[in-house]
């Protein structure tokens, strides 16, 4: 009797470990900790590098208001200087180029593209928002971490088939997010290095690195600014993507 008595136990704390937050309230927390602030504006240096060397160093400013909108444009080099994306709700987003003096829409499978060969792509590059294209469930956990498996929901213009993503228990922020497809993973994202401000927290310094080329992107948040009313000031718009 004793020994079924400690069966049933144990099984009810199985149960319980199992059932107490789900993969999609994970990946939940985590988005909301990543986007808390009203806006966000951020300076960035970009480090290129091909086969574990060096290649290049670039900077640009990173305008974020909640996690579908946000603006990104390139300060230095010259060469690329005021190269621009900016993304809306819906699934919106527009590049422009300077050399053409012209904003154009970017559509389907072109998002998942290298934006100005870096490891990030164009629907990557200054964002963390998985939560509307991935279902999320727990596939293992330990006393520090979850690991998420993000699989890609039937409507979802993603590349990416599964994203394996390693949670911090304490922090509910990011440590590691591996990319599949096919089957194949393809590119791996790293958090180097984490940082508070105020009641905010920042991944201050990431790497993408993309297996089958061998390639990696370094980012380093600089200069971090919240809550500046973004949203009044015409940021995200197509006419302050062309200043």
């Excluded at 099984?11 to 808390?36: F, K, P, Q, W």
């Excluded at 400013?61 to 010259?78: A, D, H, L």
């Excluded at 829409?105 to 964002?127: C, L």
């Amino acid at each position: 009797m004793v020994r079924v008595v400690v069966v049933l136990v144990a099984l009810l704390v199985i149960e319980a470990t199992v059932y107490c937050i789900t993969g999609s309230e994970v990946l939940t927390r985590v988005e909301e900790i990543l986007s808390r602030e009203k806006d966000r504006e951020s300076l960035v240096e970009l480090v290129l590098y091909r086969d574990g060397k060096e290649k290049e160093r670039r900077e640009m400013r990173i305008w974020n208001s909640g996690k579908e909108k946000r603006v990104v444009k390139f300060v230095s080099p010259e060469s690329i200087k005021g190269i621009g994306v900016l993304s809306l709700p819906n699934g919106e987003m527009y590049v422009y180029l300077p050399a053409y003096k012209r904003v154009r829409a970017i559509h389907g499978s072109a998002k998942d593209q290298s934006f100005q060969a870096t490891d990030f792509s164009y629907r990557e590059i200054g964002s963390f928002n998985y939560s509307q294209d991935f279902e999320a469930e727990i596939l293992s956990e330990d006393q520090n971490n979850y690991v998420l498996a993000l699989k890609r929901k039937p409507n979802s213009e993603w590349s990416y088939d599964k994203v394996l993503m390693v949670v911090c228990k304490n922090t509910f922020l990011p440590k590691k997010l591996e990319m599949y497809e096919r089957d194949r993973i393809k590119k791996v994202l790293e958090i180097l290095e984490t940082d508070k401000k105020g009641n905010y927290y920042i991944l201050s310094r990431i790497k993408m690195t993309t297996l089958t080329a061998n390639t990696s992107t370094e980012v380093i948040l600089k200069d971090v600014k919240f809550d500046q009313g973004l949203e009044n000031k015409g940021i995200f718009t197509q006419r302050f993507l062309e200043r």
